[in-house]
């Protein structure tokens, strides 16, 4: 952990550390100044974006990092009281987490034969954020129940909510909440949901379904929503049959007795990886338009529809229930705005084709107890020379995510929980899956004749960036989120050199470019190849933008100076 905390602060230079001379096999030592009487050294290696590699076993005088904080936080971090107490927190909860995934760690061999959701349990979280399990809120029974390396498939409660305080959205298939239900839910169980409704009193026409986290509703829909309770608003009901296992974000559950289930999304009041894990209101009933939208783009463009084969995780239906004060009063912290509701989305594993499997690209980065990384099994598998499969990796990632952009000024949030890697029975990449779209999907805010048609929901919905920031949504969430770990993970395990891997990324933009030179004027509007980018900190935002403070609106990425962009050639 100290070994990222050094590498990751000095990125996002909240650090700066002096260099100190050239280790014997020459790589780079440097020295970091904390108090007159400590001074830590390490040897570390740089890489594109301005990445750091800090050796673990290099750091002196030791590596424990709560040692670095009690002495760092009030001299080179600036940390303020509190801030340092919270963080303290969610380092610890993070260690605790990531002692348990060492400790039932398995082999690359055996990462690589788990199916997508098994193989969720089994990833160590967000490679940038230090913090990246936090889970403020979670006790430590409930982070052995819910989070992600529990691996525990669990039954998830439901409650009723009655029409007055609740609102479906569904796409067109599933116009009216009954068609949802009736996938959804087996017979027996909306009878039995019926019936707890009839017996309180009440009719169930009245009513929308949804599951609820049950920390969730202990901590959360019990006391604050206690007056609907009494009054009948809500309705605790049983839980259903099947059995979901939490994925990577935590709140949401794939359907592990039936694959072929839609997923759930859930809202979960703890703060977790900057933000509180709820469900905004607006945004949740958006969520099937955007979705309708979004879909109608891919399914008009012959070059997204058939050739790239892109994979739009669609969410398709929503509820959403209201909290009779919070929701009416405009200064309260976002959190209690997002309290409860539900979105459904479309699985994966229903899209693929016959030998197909699916991993999430962060997987990508997993290394085994004996340090061989996933990527190495699965180029290995696919009996494909190194070069080649990054080049096949790239083609399925890029030219579906490039054409949004530049033909749509449309892009999503590709980071390594969102894109998802699909791939041929060899283990070769053939094609890209992505989802989260009412949260991560942002537009250009120059106006585009493409978007002349999005109806007037998904338009105010949808976030706007200028042109010059809407690639930042590839730049920060692919190429610095997932590859600036991937091409040192590949110079060491697939002898392809950093600067290769740079190259084949910009190789694969540049066919693209070739194969839509009508679009000449978009690639320049929204260029990928500038010299320099605009640095996104997350670290930066906890540690000295926002801390732990309640907010009005949910925070965003800090912007810290520029790193050089390693797809530019002079």
Not at 405 to 427: K, M, R
Request: hydrophobic share 40%; net charge negative.
């Amino acid at each position: 952990m100290f070994a990222k905390i050094l590498a990751e602060f000095a990125y996002e230079e909240i650090l700066t550390p002096e260099p100190d001379g050239t280790a014997p096999d020459g790589t780079p030592q440097y020295r970091l100044p904390v108090t007159d009487d400590l001074v830590y050294r390490f040897r570390a290696r740089r890489g594109a974006y301005g990445h750091w590699r800090v050796d673990p076993a290099s750091i002196t005088p030791g590596s424990d990092p709560f040692h670095f904080l009690t002495h760092a936080h009030d001299t080179v971090l600036g940390l303020s009281g509190d801030t340092t107490g919270h963080l303290i927190r969610e380092l610890t909860a993070t260690l605790a987490a990531d002692t348990r995934l060492d400790a039932t760690a398995l082999s690359a061999a055996d990462l690589a034969d788990l199916d997508y959701a098994a193989l969720e349990g089994h990833q160590t979280g967000h490679p940038w954020l230090v913090a990246n399990k936090g889970r403020l809120g979670f006790s430590a029974q409930d982070a052995a129940t819910w989070a992600p390396e529990a691996r525990t498939a669990r039954r998830l409660p439901w409650l009723a909510a009655h029409h007055r305080i609740a609102h479906y959205r569904g796409i067109p298939t599933l116009a009216t909440p009954d068609r949802l239900y009736g996938e959804e839910l087996a017979p027996a169980t909306r009878h039995a949901f019926a019936r707890t409704i009839t017996d309180q009193g009440h009719d169930p026409a009245d009513y929308l379904y949804l599951p609820v986290h049950p920390w969730q509703w202990d901590e959360t829909i019990a006391p604050l929503f206690a007056p609907q309770l009494a009054d009948g608003s809500i309705i605790a009901l049983p839980t259903d049959n099947d059995l979901r296992l939490p994925q990577q974000s935590i709140r949401t559950f794939l359907n592990v007795s039936r694959p072929e289930a839609r997923t759930v999304k859930l809202p979960l009041s703890i703060l977790n990886t900057l933000v509180w894990r709820g469900l905004p209101t607006e945004r949740t009933l958006a969520a099937p338009a955007v979705t309708r939208w979004v879909h109608g783009l891919r399914d008009a463009d012959p070059y997204l529809r058939d050739e790239t084969r892109v994979i739009l995780l669609g969410e398709t239906a929503s509820v959403t229930v209201e909290h009779p004060l919070y929701d009416r009063l405009p200064g309260v912290p976002y959190q209690f705005k997002e309290l409860l509701g539900c979105i459904w989305r479309e699985p994966v594993s229903g899209r693929l084709d016959t030998g197909e499997r699916a991993r999430t690209l962060a997987a990508l980065l997993q290394t085994d107890p004996g340090g061989r990384a996933l990527t190495a099994e699965l180029v290995h598998r696919s009996g494909l020379a190194p070069r080649d499969w990054l080049s096949r990796l790239f083609a399925a990632l890029l030219p579906p995510l490039l054409h949004f952009l530049y033909q749509y000024g449309t892009v999503f949030s590709p980071h390594g929980e969102n894109a998802i890697v699909v791939f041929d029975a060899h283990d070769v990449p053939t094609r890209l899956a992505v989802k989260d779209f009412v949260d991560d999907v942002n537009t250009s805010s120059w106006r585009l004749p493409e978007h002349d048609a999005m109806p007037d929901d998904v338009r105010t919905v949808l976030l706007t960036e200028p042109p010059s920031f809407l690639t930042q949504f590839i730049h920060s969430g692919l190429f610095v989120g997932v590859f600036r770990y991937l091409a040192p993970l590949c110079a060491d395990q697939l002898g392809v050199p950093e600067a290769e891997f740079w190259s084949l990324v910009r190789a694969e933009i540049l066919r693209h470019h070739e194969r839509f030179p009508h679009l000449k004027e978009r690639h320049e509007t929204f260029d990928l190849l500038t010299p320099r980018i605009e640095r996104l900190c997350l670290n930066r935002n906890r540690l000295h933008v926002d801390g732990y403070r309640d907010r009005r609106d949910r925070p965003h990425a800090a912007v810290h100076g520029t790193v050089p962009n390693p797809l530019h050639l002079p």
